[in-house]
């Protein structure tokens, strides 16, 4: 077994890469100047599109816009 001293310090700070990942993007777009701040938010945005089913098919599918946020 591995020991915590070789883990990734994100790992040891109990965070997925993820979570580690989304928290350093955010701080570098928050440094951003403008307009590459604004331009950086607006691909912040993830779009994706929900599907209900019923009786084994799928209904007609709503796109959904939201910005990312990992928990």
Same mark, same amino acid.
């Given at each position: @077994?591995?020991? !915590?001293?070789?883990?990734?310090?994100?790992?040891?700070?109990? @965070?997925? *890469?993820?979570? *580690?990942? !989304?928290?350093?993007? !955010?701080?570098?777009? !928050?440094?951003?100047?403008?307009?590459?701040?604004?331009?950086?938010?607006?691909?912040?945005?993830?779009?994706?599109?929900?599907?209900?089913?019923?009786?084994?098919?799928?209904?007609?599918?709503?796109?959904?816009?939201?910005?990312?946020?990992?928990?």
């Amino acid at each position: @077994m591995a020991s !915590n001293a070789a883990a990734p310090f994100w790992r040891s700070a109990g @965070m997925t *890469y993820i979570t *580690y990942s !989304n928290l350093c993007a !955010n701080l570098v777009r !928050n440094c951003l100047k403008e307009p590459y701040k604004s331009e950086a938010l607006t691909r912040e945005k993830v779009h994706y599109t929900i599907s209900k089913w019923a009786d084994g098919k799928p209904q007609k599918p709503s796109k959904q816009s939201h910005p990312f946020v990992a928990s």
